[in-house]
């Protein structure tokens, strides 16, 4: 397992481990319905997260795309000292530790990055493991948007807000 910054080349690939992703699991807003992100808009985000101080990352496995990470640093001044990430992991590949490599990768990038004192995060509250794996790592749950997220069967989940703060 290799984990890098994402290249151009890329878009292809991790634009179709998100439309998979979010097709075997109910974890992202959208929903398959609803995601309309075609390559060269995928390969235009990658760029414009790097310029305005973000990064992406991939996990490859045997050159195969098989986890992202997207770090967003605000760019509002005085939210500029944060920022906020989404990772998709394939199904075949959870609990196998890809999570946590993606997310020190980024916590080690962004503690090397000027100004960035605190990750922020929102999690369902409905996806325990994710939960668990950011507590692992340190992040801290700091609130919650109840009943946030409804689904298509009528349940609700909760957004929970998580950071983690670089510098205590």
């Known amino acids: 397992m290799f984990i890098r910054e994402a290249a151009e080349s890329d878009a292809a690939e991790i634009l179709y481990l998100r439309k998979s ?9 959208p929903t398959s319905e609803e995601f309309h992100v075609d390559i060269e808009t995928q390969r235009k985000k990658t760029i414009t997260i790097s310029q305005q101080g973000g990064i992406t990352f991939v996990a490859e496995d045997g050159g195969r795309i098989v986890g992202f990470l997207v770090f967003t640093r605000n760019s509002m001044k005085r939210l500029n000292h944060t920022g906020s990430f989404g990772m998709g992991i394939l ?8 999570g946590t490599k993606l997310l020190s990768q980024l916590i080690d990038w962004a503690k090397t990055q000027k100004g ?13 493991r994710a ?11 700091e ?26």
């Open 21 to 29: 992703i979010i097709s075997q699991n109910e974890f992202f807003i």
């Open 91 to 98: 199904e075949g590949y959870r609990n196998q530790g890809v």
């Open 116 to 128: 960035i004192e605190k990750i922020c995060l929102g999690v369902f509250s409905t996806n325990e």
């Open 131 to 141: 939960i668990k794996l950011h507590e692992k790592i340190g992040f801290k749950e």
């Open 143 to 168: 609130g919650r948007e109840k009943r946030q997220i409804k689904f298509e069967d009528g349940r609700y989940a909760d957004n929970v807000l998580m950071a983690l703060y670089l510098y205590q």
